[in-house]
């Protein structure tokens, strides 16, 4: 149970900030695959696969609010700033991300006749960043308020599924005629 009332605020505040980062997020790329069809008759590598993300994500929410509420805390003081720190650097990567990727980034995996792969910015330094950002958001958000059942079995998850998507968009990369880099 949550010892001050600042812990709880704190909590609700972050959560907050994250769902409405993620709706941004979700109404963005749907602009971006409009795009991505009309522009460069993109097409929806694989629906189901994102039906289940959805879900996924939806329960981590679920999950960190229920045991949030029932046994949240905050961390001790110095663990608590690596930990804002590392949430920081993790949306920090995530933006970037988007950025460097303009049109051509959404949550869904998109093929388009000609694949465009991205070799600039933050992508020169890490091949996949808003997958990474995931990773740290999945293990410091649990963390900075001792949500440990969350941040394992959903970590554990998320990494299979990352791994998975990861291999789904070189499989589609792969197997595209032509390949248009932009450096």
């Known amino acids: 149970m949550f010892f001050f009332q600042s812990d709880i605020f704190v909590?609700?505040?972050?959560?907050?900030?994250i769902i409405a980062q993620r709706l941004f997020?979700?109404?963005l790329s749907a602009r971006n695959e409009n795009t991505l069809k009309n522009k460069y008759?993109?097409?929806i590598v694989s629906p189901s696969e994102n039906r289940k993300l959805k879900l996924f994500?939806?329960?981590?929410f679920i999950a960190l609010i229920v045991e949030g509420a029932v046994f949240g805390r905050l961390i001790?003081?110095?663990l608590l700033l690596i930990s804002y720190g590392t949430i920081l650097i993790s949306q920090t990567l995530r933006f970037l991300s988007i950025k460097e990727l303009g049109e051509y980034w959404t949550v869904k995996i998109m093929k388009i006749p000609y694949q465009v792969q991205i070799n600039t910015g933050?992508?020169?330094i890490i091949k996949h960043p808003a997958y990474l950002a995931v990773v740290l958001e999945f293990i410091f958000i649990p963390l900075v308020f001792q949500c440990y059942?969350?941040?394992?079995?959903?970590s554990l998850v998320n990494l299979w599924i990352i791994k998975s998507r990861i291999?789904?968009?070189n499989k589609v990369l792969k197997n595209t005629l032509t390949l248009k880099k932009i450096n």
């Open 57 to 60: 994500h939806s329960l981590w």
């Open 25 to 27: 997020e979700l109404n």
């Open 76 to 78: 001790n003081t110095s």
């Open 41 to 43: 008759n993109a097409r």
């Open 167 to 169: 291999d789904l968009e």
């Open 149 to 154: 059942f969350t941040l394992i079995l959903f």
């Open 11 to 17: 909590f609700y505040s972050l959560i907050a900030v």
């Open 122 to 124: 933050i992508f020169k």
